[in-house]
T-cell receptor, first 114, second 110 residues
Framework: NAGVTQTPKFQVLKTGQSMTLQCAQD?????MYWYRQDPGMGLRLIYY???????DKGEVPNGYNVSRLNKREFSLRLESAAPSQTSVYFC?????????????FGPGTRLTVT | EDQVTQSPEALRLQEGESSSLNCSYT??????LFWYRQDPGKGPEFLFT???AGEEKEKERLKATLTKKESFLHITAPKPEDSATYLC???????????FGTGTRLQVFP
């Protein structure tokens, strides 16, 4: 099992460019999440999906969109990148029940917006 | 508002010097707590789930404990390879979304 995979690992964008971060999990998990991690701020939830076909905003959703393509895949799109979106982005998944709340994380995407 | 506070922010230990990390929270209806380890440049790695006050979990040199208001991660005789940032996270009320603390950065020197 690969667990949670993310692509790309690194990306540099110019202000105003768009891009999509890809995430896939092979653990048959129901719930998937996108976080950003900035120095001193900890992990902040951008969007999450409790099941295929549903998505909800997290703590910091502005400037982002998501798509839960199927049970395995959850993508994050930046329509018009801004320097404030320079961060490390993590995707995670969990079983989504009270017995399986623990989340498993991917390796991250380091994004720089100039 | 649900809040999670971890202390200390950073901890430097000599190899073999035991210590504890604290995670305190103001989460209504606490339904468990998770501990993660994060190495530089990597995603958080799941360590433990604690479901109820009084519960303890152990893994190698780490032992996690839980009360109604806080959790401790005890590190016994640490080694340099234990150096990492340790994160705690309880789920919010009526949701499986986790609320992460900012972590304790542990450095263990030989």
């Amino acid at each position: 099992n690969a667990g949670v995979t993310q692509t790309p690992k690194f990306q540099v964008l110019k202000t105003g460019q768009s891009m999509t971060l890809q995430c896939a999990q092979d653990m048959n998990h129901n719930s998937m999440y996108w976080y950003r991690q900035d120095p001193g701020m900890g992990l902040r939830l951008i969007y999450y999906s409790a099941s295929e076909g549903t998505t909800d905003k997290g703590e910091v959703p502005n400037g982002y969109n998501v798509s839960r393509l199927n049970k395995r895949e959850f993508s994050l799109r930046l329509e018009s990148a801004a320097p404030s979106q320079t961060s490390v982005y993590f995707c995670a998944s969990s079983g989504g029940t009270v017995e399986t709340y623990e989340q498993y994380f991917g390796p991250g995407t380091r994004l720089t917006v100039t | 508002e649900d809040q999670v506070t971890q202390s200390p922010e950073a901890l430097r230990l000599q190899e073999g010097e035991s210590s504890s990390l604290n995670c305190s929270y103001t989460v209504s209806g606490l339904r468990g707590l998770f501990w993660y380890r994060q190495d530089p440049g990597k995603g958080p790695e799941f360590l433990f789930t604690l479901y109820s006050a009084g519960e303890e979990k152990e893994k190698e040199r780490l032992k996690a404990t839980l009360t109604k208001k806080e959790s401790f991660l005890h590190i016994t005789a640490p080694k340099p390879e234990d150096s990492a940032t340790y994160l705690c996270a309880p789920p919010g009320l009526k949701t499986d979304k986790l609320i992460f603390g900012t972590g304790t950065r542990l450095q263990v020197f030989p």
